[in-house]
């Protein structure tokens, strides 16, 4: 039987609607009931890495030195993640929060942001790329009961390679553009680019699962059905959805049917 998982970021869901699925990926502030679920379902929480959101409580705690300069595109600010502030707020504040909730795992995102800002500015933003390894293995040996899935971070994968469990490959086959919020697939250049990189990863270490995640309209069947058959076919684990990730789309039974050639989506 395949691996099934999925995100959402929302608490309405019953228990009927989760089960099946191996891996879900929650925001540890509101979730669903899951005390019904196989106790070997892995339940990850959301964690963000490289930037806090402007209506989280923890934006009243961290400094000015901590919280850089307002998101361009999202309402949240960039985060200094060499600061010891920084470090010490997710490993004993933050990580034990979600431990008590009986959270199994964690899903680290935004690593993007920190080595977005040291590629930008290599003087300013020096050491970003290294505390942001220096924090993911921080996590694992801190917690090596928590099963650990980093998003993207592409550049810095194999540096912690030994230290994760799974990856997120998310918008690697699509992506959404923002101004207009019409889906689309990357080029196949570029999808074959990240399909190395993942390779890359899991030759260093067999034991890593990737999963992707891909938005797209849900009522393009056709489409939906190609993402799901094109992921699986190079080993990873899929879910389609829609990128606000309040509701919970289920794969069809149809997604399994290879699709041909005509009903393949197009690429950007």
């Known amino acids: 039987m395949q691996e099934r998982w999925l995100v959402y970021y929302n608490d309405k869901a019953s228990s009927d609607e989760l089960d099946g699925y191996d891996v879900l990926v929650f925001n540890a502030d509101s979730y669903p009931e899951t005390a019904n679920l196989p106790d070997s379902t892995l339940k990850l929480a959301y964690i963000s890495m490289g930037e806090v959101n402007k209506s989280s409580p923890l934006l009243g705690t961290l400094s000015a030195k901590t919280l850089i300069q307002p998101h361009d595109h999202w309402d949240s600010y960039l985060v200094d993640i060499r600061q010891p502030e920084w470090y010490n707020t997710l490993l004993f504040t933050v990580i034990p929060e979600i431990k008590s909730k009986g959270f199994n795992g964690l899903m680290l995102d935004t690593l993007d942001s920190p080595l977005y800002l040291e590629n930008k500015d290599s003087v300013q933003y020096k050491g970003m790329r290294d505390a942001a390894i220096y924090m993911v293995r921080a996590i694992h040996h801190h917690y090596p009961e928590l099963k650990l899935m980093v998003n993207r971070g592409f550049d810095i994968l194999p540096e912690v390679a030994d230290s994760i469990d799974m990856i997120l490959a998310e918008s690697t086959l699509s992506h959404t553009d923002l101004p207009t919020g019409a889906s689309m697939l990357n080029t196949s250049e570029a ?70 050639v005509e009903e393949s989506p197009r690429y950007a």
């Open 191 to 260: 999808y074959q680019h990240y399909l190395k990189k993942l390779n890359q990863i899991r030759e260093l270490n067999p034991s890593i699962k990737v999963y992707s995640l891909d938005y797209w309209d849900m009522n393009d069947v056709k489409g939906v059905k190609y993402l799901y058959k094109t992921q699986r076919s190079h080993g990873l684990v899929p879910y389609v959805t829609t990128p606000d990730l309040t509701e919970i789309h289920h794969e069809s039974k149809a997604s399994f049917i290879a699709p041909s």
